[in-house]
């Protein structure tokens, strides 16, 4: 079992009508078990998809459950996770 595949799996059973979700941070490592790592509570840029490099394994988890990254206030210790349009979809190749 991978870090990040609790996320994956509450992702990907949401509850009916619900297209976005606001986690803090410390929800978002209640739900993992986990600690993020020191660059997810502070850069924007872990909470990117960068397809070119790779999907990296925190992404993976939202982008395969069909849904992505809206916004993200790490000094203000939050994300709010959104569902993928099939234009998204397309533009991400998962």
């Known amino acids: 079992m991978g870090k990040y595949d609790p996320l994956h799996r509450f992702l990907a059973s949401p509850t ?28 924007s840029h872990w909470w990117a998809c960068e397809v070119r490099s790779g999907i990296r394994p925190q992404s993976s988890s939202w982008l395969k459950a069909g849904w992505h990254v809206g916004a993200v206030e790490p000094k203000q210790a939050w994300v709010r996770l959104m569902e993928e349009t099939d234009q998204a979809i397309e533009e991400h190749g998962v």
């Open 16 to 43: 009916p009508g619900v297209s976005e979700i606001t986690l803090s941070l410390s929800q978002l490592e209640q739900l993992l078990g986990d600690e993020l790592p020191y660059t997810g509570k502070h850069s």
